[in-house]
């Protein structure tokens, strides 16, 4: 194998159409770009998301190659995102690489983007301390909310996963019944910098390491209507301690699990991954956990929580040592998990 491996990794799971180029485990460059189409729906419409992958793709894939400045002459292999995600959406990244790597004739790989969210602690510039084996790891997103013991690379066990909504989409609806656009999570974290957790929600219980978000969500939506009915103006004078305090209980929800789950598994070392770890008030909390209860918390850079593509190509660097090719009737799998 040549010292220096070049991969060019390709997003395309749900509406983010992203492409990066990686040398070994230094990410040479990390182009997204973001459909807006989705802001006024409310949330991801996947008929529209799939169609603005195939607009966004060749330049998307072209300024990754130009910003990295290699040609795609000196790739060593093409990733891609093959699931969990939208169909529609996977199968436009999907198609892309397949071509590209039989027309280059270099091998394929196969990623998975729940591991990748993971495994994006392992770039170069992710942290300034890598994880070691075996860690927890908590990884939020507008799909998923899990706990996940990551015991090597490419063997992680599922400890606790939500049995209804994940915690992002308890972000974005919250952020709908208050008027929000979509995605809400940025904001509502935004708003509650500068506000107080003065309302109260109740939290679920649920049991082992599971999660619960749908009932939250209901019990927000009957607070905001009955003190709207008192106040039609309730949402614009509070909206500042309303984000606040839905953030504090879902903070609590995510913190008490995880606490459960170091006692439980007695590993004090613990990551957090996903569009969610974006969160001030969760990276807050970990980071305190260092001092509070002896934990070594892992906390991924901004531009690797949200959806991207140096994850995936992270993640293929470490297939393509293993020599985990794919071949060309590798598919999309929209419902692949982070334990296949
Ligand atoms: O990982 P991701 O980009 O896509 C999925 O794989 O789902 O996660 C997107 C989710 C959205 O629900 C978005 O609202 C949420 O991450 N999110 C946040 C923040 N930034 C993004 N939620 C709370 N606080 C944030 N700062
Ligand atoms: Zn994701």
Redesign the pocket.
Known sequence: MLDKTYILAIES??D?TSASVICNEQILSNIVANQDIHSKYGGVVPELASRAHQQNIVPVVDAALKEANISKENLSAIAFTQGPGLMGSLLVGASFAKSMALALDIPLLAIN?MQA?ILAHFIDDANDKKPTFPFLCLTI???HTQIVKVNDYFEMEILGETIDDAV??A??KTAKILGLPY????L??KYAQTGNAVFKFTKPKVKEHHFSFSGLKTGILYFIQKQLKENPKFIEENINDICASVQNTIAEILMDKLKKAVKETSIKQVAIA???S???EIRKRLTLAQTHFGWSSYIPKFEYT??NAAMIAVTAYQKYKLGLYSNQSATANPRLKVNS
């Not at 995605?183 to 940025?186: L, T, Y």
């Open positions: 799971s749900c983010d983007h969210h997103s507008g799909g992002g989409e972000y974005d995605p809400g999570g940025p509502i974290d996903g569009g969610v974006a969160n001030s949200t959806d």
